[in-house]
C-alpha cells in the first residue's frame, strides 16, 4: 500500500484507516474534519472589543495610536519608571537588560545587544513598553507616555537630539543602525545538507582530549537546591535566555575584585585632605569637557546655583565634604556607614569611586556603571568643583 | 547474612495504609522529592521572569509529568479564571470572533505528543561545558501529550481573507507574549491545546488554553492564549527581533529560526546521576528530539567519538516528540567520554559543537544542539566536559 504523505493526511476528514507512517510507526490518525461554513460557533467581536485588546504595533507603523512625546519628558518617567532595572542610561542594573549603546560590539567577543545596536525596527520598542512594561505595572502607560519613553530611549542612544518629539508622524523617519543587517533563515543552505549524510562509526579518532570542563567555572547549584555559586564573570541567563552577551565560559571565572567598604573608607581616612585642600585654579577646557561628562549625572545630580538634592544628593562643596554626610538626603546604608567613620571625598576617593561605584560602595543605589576613561572623571571632577563653589 | 529488609518486618507490611479518600489527587512517593523543576538563583534578575528545568535524569519513556515540565515566564503565571477566558480572532478575516472555553470544547479535538524545546535550551554552553547536570544543560525541554482544536478549524471559522498570510498569537498574562508565525504553519498542524496529558493545562503552562507549535521554538507556544491576529505581515516584536534571533560572527543576525534542529542528550550516566554500582551491567539511556520529524536512529560512543554504536530505540516515534533510546554494556570501570548522536528522519545528524561553531561562531546563543560530552571517572562520576574533535 502507499505511504501517505502528511499532507495528504491532512484531507482525510472522516474516521478512516489506521495509516502506517514512513518510519513504520503505527498512526491511528484523521485529522479533525473542517466543515463548509464553519461551525456556528463563537460569535462575532464587537469594535470596541477588537479595539481593547488590538494593541499591537507593526514596522510600517500599522497600530500606532495618535500622539507624541519628547525627550526631556520621556527622561523623567524614564527615571521614576524604568531606570531602577535599566540604569539611569539604560545601562542596566544587576542583570536586567541594557538598553543603550553597545555600537560596535556584535562582532566582538562579548556583543551588547540594545536598542540602538541590535533592534531592527522602533516599532518593537514603542510596542514592548506599551503591552509589557514597567514590569509588573503593564499596559499602565498613556500612549503620550509611551511615546515620550520611546524618544528618550533613542535619545540615550545618541540617535535623536534633546529637542527631539517622537510622534505617530516623526515615527517612520528614525532610522534603526542595525536595520539592514538581520536575514531570514538559511539553515537549508548552510547546515542542513552539511550536517546530513553517512556518519563514522569505527576508527573516528586517533587520540580523544578533553578540551573544557564545566568545574573549572562550578556555578552548578548546589544538589540540595541551595544558592550556588554567584559568578559574576559567568554568562547570565538573560543573556542566555534573551540574547545578550557571554563571557569566555572556558575560562576561569575571574572574582569580581571586592573592594572592602572599611578598607577603602579607611584609605581615606588615612589621606583626607590631600585632594580637599587642592583645588588648583580650574583649566577652563577641563571644566568645559566636564560639562559634557555631566550629562551623565545630571538626571540625577545637581550642582551649581539654587542645587537641590533629587535621585542623588546635590554636589556643591563635594570635594572635602563628608561621604554620606549632607542634611536632608537619605543615602544607602554604605554611605551612612562612611559617614558615620568621618570618610572625606577627596579628588582620589571620587575617582575611585566613578571608576567603579558599585565596587567602590557595594550596595549604594546610585544605578551607574560609572565612568571608565580618567580624563572623563578628571573632567567632571574639574566641573563639579567650578560649578559648585560658591 | 540475611537482609532485614527481608527477615524483618516493615512498617507497611504491619499497619494499614491511608484510605482512598486521604489523596484525591495523588502526588509522588515522598521519597521522590528531590526530583523536581530546579532554577539557578543567579541566571536571572528575577524569578517572576525567569526559566526552571525539567529534571530529564530522574525521567524515562517519552512523556514528561505535568508537574515537572520546564517553565519559563515573562510576567510571571497568569492565574486565569476559565469562566472569564476569551479567544478572540481579529484582522484580516470576515468575521471577527470570540470564542469562550465552552465554545472551543465543541469543536473536533485532536491528540498528538510533541516535545516542546526553548531556544535556548544548552545555550549557557555556547562556549563551553559549564554546568554539571542535563537538567540545567537540556531540562529547557517537556514533551506533552496534548488535546485540542486544531488552529486550522478556528481560523476557518472567521474565515481569512486573501490577504492574511501571517497570524500573531497573543498571551493574557503580565508579558503580553506575541509571536508572528507564517499562515502557512498555523493551518498545518498548530493546535489550540487545553488538555496535557489528559488533564486540563497546568497554570504554568497556559491554563486554559495554549498554542501549540509542533517543532518550532517554545517561546511561539503562546500560553494564556487571548487573541490571534491576522495579517499580511510579521509584526517583528520582541521576542523575534532583540530576542531569538542568532547572532553571527560578522554581526548579521538569523531571524525566524523557527525549527529545533535534531538533538539528542544521554540523560543517565550524567553529572546527577553517576554510576554508583560499580564495573558490570549498566544502563545507558537518554532522549532524542527533531522539530523536522522523527528520530529513526541514534549513536553512542563511550569513548569520546572515536567508535560508535546503534543504541536500541524503544517506546513510540511520534512525529516532532521525544525518543527513548537504550544502549546496555558492561562498564569495565574505565573512564569513559559519553556522548550521544541523532539522526532525524530528514537524514540530518546532530553536529558537534564546533561544527556548530564553526558555521555559527561564539555569540548565537540559542539553538544549540550540539553533541553533549560527559566525562565519567572510575569512581563512576560524570561531569560535563568537551573533547577534542
Keep these: 500500500p502507499s505511504v501517505p504523505e502528511p499532507a495528504d493526511m491532512e484531507k482525510v476528514a472522516d474516521g478512516s484507516d489506521a495509516m502506517e507512517a514512513a518510519d513504520g510507526a503505527s498512526r491511528h490518525q484523521a485529522a479533525a474534519p473542517s466543515r463548509d461554513g464553519g461551525y456556528g460557533l463563537g460569535r462575532a467581536a464587537l469594535e470596541e472589543e477588537v479595539a481593547a485588546w488590538d494593541i499591537d504595533i507593526r514596522p510600517d507603523g500599522q497600530g500606532l495610536p495618535e500622539g507624541e512625546g519628547d525627550v526631556w519628558t520621556g527622561e523623567e518617567l524614564y ?4 531606570a531602577t532595572c535599566h540604569g539611569d542610561f539604560g545601562e542596566g542594573a544587576g542583570r ?12 566582538s567577543d562579548d556583543p551588547v545587544k540594545t536598542v540602538g545596536s541590535y533592534w531592527p525596527y522602533l516599532s518593537t520598542v514603542w510596542d514592548y513598553v506599551h503591552r509589557a512594561m514597567p514590569f509588573g505595572a503593564a499596559q499602565t502607560l498613556s500612549d503620550d507616555e509611551v511615546y515620550a519613553i520611546t524618544a528618550y530611549i533613542l535619545y540615550l542612544n545618541e540617535l535623536v537630539e534633546d529637542d527631539f518629539v517622537l510622534s505617530s508622524s516623526s515615527f517612520a523617519d528614525v532610522e534603526m543602525p542595525n536595520a539592514g543587517n538581520f536575514f531570514m533563515d538559511d539553515r537549508p543552505d548552510t547546515e542542513l545538507t552539511a550536517f546530513s549524510g553517512e556518519v563514522c562509526m569505527e576508527n573516528c579518532k586517533e587520540d580523544v582530549q578533553i578540551t573544557a570542563r564545566a568545574r573549572v567555572l562550578d556555578v552548578t547549584p548546589d544538589a540540595g537546591g541551595g544558592e550556588g555559586t554567584d559568578p559574576t564573570q559567568t554568562p547570565t541567563m538573560d543573556e542566555a535566555m534573551d540574547g545578550g552577551g557571554q563571557e569566555d565560559a572556558s575560562a576561569p571565572a575571574a572574582a569580581a575584585p571586592e573592594t572592602g567598604v572599611a578598607e577603602t ?48 544628593p546635590q554636589l556643591n562643596g563635594l570635594i572635602g565634604r563628608t561621604v554620606g554626610g549632607l542634611d536632608g538626603y537619605s543615602y544607602s546604608g554604605v554611605f551612612a556607614d562612611a559617614a558615620a567613620e568621618g570618610v572625606v571625598w577627596t579628588e582620589a576617593h571620587l575617582a575611585e569611586f566613578l571608576s567603579d561605584p558599585r565596587g567602590t560602595y557595594q550596595g549604594t543605589k546610585m544605578s551607574f556603571a560609572g565612568l571608565r576613561s580618567a580624563d572623563e572623571i578628571a573632567a567632571v571632577t574639574a566641573y563639579i568643583e567650578a560649578e559648585g563653589t560658591e | 547474612a540475611p537482609d532485614p529488609a527481608i527477615t524483618e518486618l516493615q512498617p507497611w507490611q504491619q499497619y494499614l495504609g491511608e484510605g482512598v479518600d486521604a489523596r484525591p489527587y495523588g502526588m509522588p512517593s515522598e521519597h521522590e522529592a528531590h526530583v523536581v523543576r530546579r532554577d539557578v538563583p543567579w541566571l536571572t534578575a528575577d524569578p517572576v521572569s525567569s526559566v526552571n528545568f525539567t529534571p530529564l ?13 520546564f517553565e ?36 473536533p479535538r485532536e491528540n498528538h505528543a510533541y516535545f516542546l524545546e526553548c531556544a535556548a535550551n544548552s545555550g549557557m554552553e555556547w562556549r563551553g561545558a559549564q554546568l554539571n547536570g542535563c537538567q540545567f544543560t537540556h531540562g529547557m525541554i517537556h514533551n506533552v501529550m496534548y488535546t485540542g482544536v486544531p488552529l486550522r478549524l478556528l481560523l476557518e471559522e472567521a474565515g481569512i481573507k486573501t490577504a492574511g498570510k501571517w497570524i500573531l498569537p497573543e498571551g493574557a498574562d503580565a508579558s503580553a507574549m506575541t509571536r508572528s508565525i507564517p499562515l502557512e504553519k498555523a493551518l498545518d498542524d498548530c493546535l489550540v491545546a487545553f488538555k496535557m496529558n489528559g488533564e486540563a493545562l497546568r497554570p504554568e503552562q497556559g491554563y486554559p488554553v495554549r498554542l501549540v507549535v509542533p ?35 560578522d554581526g548579521q543576525a538569523r531571524r525566524f529560526t523557527w525549527e529545533m534542529d535534531a538533538k539528542s542528550v544521554i540523560t543517565n550516566p550524567s553529572p546527577q546521576a553517576p554510576i554508583t554500582h560499580g564495573p558490570g551491567p549498566t544502563v545507558l539511556t537518554g532522549i ?30 511520534f512525529d516532532k516528540s521525544m525518543h527513548r533510546f537504550y544502549y546496555e554494556f558492561d562498564w569495565d570501570g574505565r573512564p569513559l567520554l559519553l556522548q550521544s548522536r541523532a539522526h532525524d528522519s530528514t537524514g540530518y545528524v546532530q553536529p558537534t559543537k564546533d561544527m556548530l561553531r564553526e558555521v555559527r561562531g561564539e555569540n548565537s546563543i540559542y ?23
Aim: with cysteine.
Design chain 2, 215 to 249: 517543532g518550532w521554538e517554545g517561546n511561539m507556544w503562546v500560553k494564556w492564549l487571548r487573541r490571534i491576529e491576522i495579517g499580511d505581515q510579521p509584526w517583528h516584536h520582541r521576542e523575534e527581533t532583540s530576542k531569538y534571533t542568532d547572532l553571527l560572527p
Design chain 1, 265 to 312: 573608607a579607611d584609605a581615606a581616612s588615612e589621606a583626607p585632605d590631600a585632594g580637599a585642600t587642592q583645588t588648583a585654579a580650574a583649566d577652563p577646557a577641563l571644566v568645559e569637557a566636564g560639562a559634557a561628562v555631566f550629562r551623565k549625572c545630571q538626571a540625577c545630580h545637581q550642582v551649581g546655583d539654587g542645587a537641590a538634592n533629587r535621585v542623588g
Design chain 2, 367 to 389: 539553538h544549540n544542539n550540539g553533541i553533549q560530552t560527559w566525562a565519567v571517572n572510575e569512581q563512576g562520576v560524570a561531569e560535563n566536559v568537551e573533547v577534542s574533535s
Design chain 2, 72 to 107: 519559563r515566564h515573562h510576567g510571571g503565571i497568569a492565574e486565569i479564571d476559565p469562566g472569564a477566558y476569551r479567544l478572540m480572532i481579529n484582522g484580516l478575516v470576515d468575521t471577527p470572533l470570540v470564542f469562550t472555553l465552552d465554545d472551543l470544547k465543541r469543536f
Design chain 2, 288 to 317: 532524542a528530539w527533531s522539530g523536522r520529524g522523527t528520530i529513526p536512529r541514534v549513536d553512542v560512543t563511550l569513548d569520546g567519538g572515536a567508535t560508535w554504536a546503534r543504541a536500541r530505540m524503544s517506546g513510540p516515534s
Design chain 1, 96 to 107: 536586567w537588560p541594557q538598553l543603550a549603546l553597545g555600537m560596535g560590539t556584535l562582532t
Design chain 2, 57 to 69: 535524569h530522574e525521567l524515562d519513556g517519552i512523556i514528561t509529568p505535568n508537574g515537572l515540565c
Design chain 1, 79 to 82: 527615571v521614576a519608571q524604568c
